[in-house]
């Protein structure tokens, strides 16, 4: 229970002790700063407003078209941003400007003032609008039963983006809406640490939020492998995610990864 910082409302004053655990052992939790019930009517609503004709192609996703509402399936090791990782998993860019298609502008908002309390920005940075060059890249991912994962990774790109902007201090956040042991069985998130790997979302609940920077390997074992496929509906593990990204869609790439990707 180290691991699992439980609060009910996040102050700049707890991130000391956000960053130290962090540091300590690889990861951190987050709890109690999302209600069970409006993490539950989230996943209802996203259940319900999900379109599967909507998906778009691996490759698929400009800067521009992701700064809208925009979903596409991540299959293999191919990606808009050249980084060989093996993935299985969908999509669903949701920036709180576009059609709230889903009901999650609320959530998305409180969610960002959390990353930036860790990350040391103002309270209101970015959370609503793209600035200095920066944007919240809110969106849902899913990784569905019958085999949704990913590879053992480090992000690259956002440690990138990170080190031009942020002097390499980023964290990534990630808000689980459903819950191991329920929604989902087998498989979930799992970081690398002293050459083992960690289950990180084995004790979590929904409504948690995972933290760990970005330059530790990380990625999510294969969500109940035995279990039928199916993609035109939403189950599995689903996940809400906002990195900030930098805002290609109106200036030209800082970053290698993106740079003939206009």
């Given at each position: 229970?180290?691991?699992?910082?439980?609060?009910?409302?996040?102050?700049?004053?707890?991130?000391?002790?956000?960053?130290?655990?962090?540091?300590?052992?690889?990861?951190?939790?987050?709890?109690?700063?999302?209600?069970?019930?409006?993490?539950?009517?989230?996943?209802?609503?996203?259940?319900?407003?999900?379109?599967?004709?909507?998906?778009?192609?691996?490759?698929?996703?400009?800067?521009?078209?992701?700064?809208?509402?925009?979903?596409?399936?991540?299959?293999?090791?191919?990606?808009?941003?050249g980084e060989k990782i093996y993935?299985?998993?969908?999509?669903?860019?949701?920036?709180?400007?576009?059609?709230?298609?889903?009901?999650?502008?609320?959530?998305?908002?409180?969610?960002?003032?959390?990353?930036?309390?860790?990350?040391?920005?103002?309270?209101?940075?970015?959370?609503?609008?793209?600035?200095?060059?920066?944007?919240?890249?809110?969106r849902i991912l899913q990784y569905?039963?019958?085999?949704?994962?990913?590879?053992?990774?480090?992000?690259?790109?956002?440690?990138?983006?990170?080190?031009?902007?942020?002097?390499?201090?980023?964290?990534?956040?990630?808000?689980?809406?459903?819950?191991?042991?329920?929604?989902?069985?087998?498989?979930?998130?799992?970081?690398?640490k002293d050459n083992k790997l960690?289950?990180?979302?084995?004790?979590?609940?929904?409504?948690?939020?995972?933290?760990?920077?970005?330059?530790?390997?990380?990625?999510?074992?294969?969500?109940?492998?035995?279990?039928?496929?199916?993609?035109?509906?939403?189950?599995?593990?689903?996940?809400?995610?906002?990195?900030?990204?930098?805002?290609?869609?109106?200036?030209?790439?800082?970053?290698?990864?993106?740079?003939?990707?206009?």
């Amino acid at each position: 229970m180290g691991k699992i910082i439980k609060l009910s409302k996040l102050n700049v004053s707890d991130r000391d002790r956000v960053i130290k655990l962090v540091k300590k052992n690889g990861y951190v939790v987050l709890r109690g700063l999302f209600e069970r019930s409006e993490i539950l009517n989230s996943l209802k609503s996203i259940k319900n407003n999900f379109n599967h004709t909507q998906d778009n192609s691996s490759l698929a996703g400009s800067p521009k078209q992701i700064f809208s509402n925009f979903q596409k399936l991540c299959i293999g090791s191919s990606a808009v941003s050249g980084e060989k990782i093996y993935r299985f998993h969908r999509i669903i860019y949701n920036p709180v400007w576009s059609d709230d298609i889903y009901n999650l502008k609320k959530i998305f908002l409180k969610f960002n003032k959390i990353r930036n309390i860790i990350l040391g920005f103002e309270e209101n940075f970015c959370i609503d609008k793209p600035e200095k060059n920066m944007w919240s890249a809110c969106r849902i991912l899913q990784y569905p039963v019958g085999g949704g994962h990913m590879s053992a990774h480090k992000d690259y790109i956002l440690k990138s983006v990170s080190k031009i902007n942020f002097n390499n201090m980023f964290y990534q956040l990630i808000l689980l809406i459903t819950e191991k042991g329920t929604d989902f069985f087998e498989g979930g998130a799992y970081i690398s640490k002293d050459n083992k790997l960690i289950d990180i979302e084995k004790n979590t609940l929904r409504g948690d939020i995972l933290i760990y920077k970005t330059n530790i390997v990380h990625g999510v074992e294969e969500i109940d492998p035995s279990k039928k496929l199916s993609l035109d509906r939403i189950n599995g593990r689903v996940v809400l995610m906002n990195s900030l990204y930098q805002n290609y869609s109106k200036f030209r790439p800082k970053d290698k990864y993106f740079k003939n990707k206009i």
